[in-house]
């Protein structure tokens, strides 16, 4: 029904900045929550950063705070992820995600449509 679509990913040295879109198509509505969330080989998925679509409240995994950036273009249907200051460890798939509520959780769980995954890798 909602399909999500992610994009920027790449190879990037320690210290550097990747932008990430996702741009929603199909049925959709104004009141969702977008998210990003990432995942390491043989790790658990975690959460990033969560949007409101219409009032545009965020928040961020501490893990990320004061690097990463989330926001919104309603008019293109497209979240965006500034990604700056990028360590090693930020190296993983990242996921977007819509919430049908809007409900601006942290569970993957409560996600009801995810994108296909972009790779970011940040070297040393």
């Known amino acids: 029904q909602v399909q999500l679509v992610e994009s920027g990913g790449g190879l990037v040295q320690a210290g550097g900045s990747l932008r990430l879109s996702c741009a929603a198509s199909?049925?959709?509505?104004?009141?969702?929550?977008m998210a990003w969330f990432r995942q390491a080989p043989g790790k658990e998925r975690e959460f990033v950063a969560v949007i409101s679509w219409i009032g545009g409240s965020t928040y961020y995994a501490d893990s990320v705070k004061g690097r990463f950036g989330i926001s919104r273009d309603n008019a293109k249907n497209t979240v965006y992820l500034q990604m700056n200051s990028l360590k090693p460890e930020d190296t993983a798939v990242y996921y977007c995600?819509?919430?049908?509520?809007?409900?601006?959780?942290?569970?993957?769980?409560?996600?009801?449509?995810w994108g296909q995954g972009t790779q970011v890798t940040v070297s040393s």
């Open positions: 995600a819509a919430e049908r509520r809007g409900a601006m959780t942290t569970r993957p769980g409560d996600y009801s449509y």
């Open positions: 199909g049925r959709t509505f104004n009141n969702y929550a």
